[in-house]
């Protein structure tokens, strides 16, 4: 049986604006029940689960919940968001990662709030600068109208999620004044765990290296064998070269980084999938541009002797893990 069920609703990094970072987790056993799952990142929310909605029996399977008898597609994704959505958990405060949440937080009610959970740094940052009264009305709890609840979370510290799932944030370095954050999500029944990062520079280039941090934590799991899954960004192409990453990884730096976890694990293959987030669709459409940086992964991992099982995240796939 698998410990988690995950549906990406959005994988990419821009620029085009769709399919932007969200993903859907839960428990993988038992049915939909009410607060069962939790979101990362929401740079789509309602219209992504619309659109795996429109896909012929997308529920069947159970990655979605059914759609009542008396409910359409459109009624039935709200009732994801406001009735089994337990809290949306934000990596930073980057538009891609939460442009989804401020269009659909006018559709929310105070009656049942959603919950808001990152970094004290993320949090700030988008009452800050995005639910100001200014840029986007003030929903949140803090001297707003209360649709949105804040939850601070303090770092390297497990809280629980919901009935099924706990999770633990890391801070990790994107960027010389952004502050991102990788979680460590937790199945409360069988002891497994998934990584997720949220846009994340290598620590050869950071000016505060933290990453090796959250490898430490993910090489005992491994060993453990209890580490299922590793979502982890790789922005740009081979080719990109030396121009300039804003904080982000091409394929040489993710190997790298994943070279790092091996040598920590002690053996030179990764034993669990490592899915592949945040694909910026630049110079191709998302599907050759997805393609191109798996073919860079492949290459460079053969020659540095490193076995990975890489997948691409892209809209709509749906994972036993």
């Given at each position: ?19 932007t970072s969200a993903y859907l987790i839960r428990a ?184 090796i941090t959250v490898w430490r934590r993910a090489a ?102």
């Amino acid at each position: 049986m698998s410990s988690f069920r995950l549906v990406v609703l959005g994988a990419a990094g821009g620029p085009v604006d769709r399919h932007t970072s969200a993903y859907l987790i839960r428990a993988g056993h038992g049915p939909w029940t009410r607060d069962c799952a939790l979101a990362i990142d929401a740079g789509t929310l309602v219209s992504g689960i619309k659109d795996l909605y429109s896909q012929p029996n997308a529920s069947d399977d159970g990655f979605l919940p059914p759609i009542a008898a008396d409910r359409s597609v459109h009624e039935a994704s709200w009732d994801v968001l406001e009735h089994y959505v337990s809290a949306i958990y934000l990596t930073h405060p980057h538009f891609d990662h939460i442009a989804g949440l401020v269009i659909n937080s006018a559709g929310l009610s105070n009656l049942r709030p959603m919950r808001l959970a990152g970094l004290t740094s993320t949090l700030h940052a988008l009452r800050s600068h995005v639910f100001n009264d200014v840029v986007w009305p003030n929903l949140t709890d803090d001297a707003g109208c209360g649709t949105l609840l804040l939850d601070h979370l303090a770092a390297a510290v497990e809280q629980p999620a919901n009935d099924g799932l706990a999770v633990e944030p890391f801070p990790v370095s994107h960027g010389h004044n952004t502050e991102s954050t990788a979680y460590l999500i937790r199945d409360c029944r069988s002891g497994n765990h998934m990584l997720v990062w949220g846009d994340v520079e290598p620590d050869t280039v950071a000016r505060t290296p933290r990453n090796i941090t959250v490898w430490r934590r993910a090489a005992d799991l491994l060993l453990r064998h209890s580490l299922v899954a590793v979502l982890v960004e790789c922005s740009y192409p081979h080719t990109h070269g030396a121009a300039p990453l804003f904080g982000h990884m091409s394929p040489q730096h993710l190997i790298d980084e994943l070279q790092t976890l091996a040598t920590l694990v002690g053996r030179p293959h990764i034993d669990c999938p490592v899915v592949i987030t945040h694909v910026k669709e630049r110079c191709q459409p998302g599907e050759a541009a997805r393609q191109t940086i798996k073919s860079d992964l492949e290459a460079l991992a053969k020659q540095q002797g490193l076995t990975c099982n890489f997948l691409m995240a892209h809209p709509g796939m749906c994972l036993n893990l």
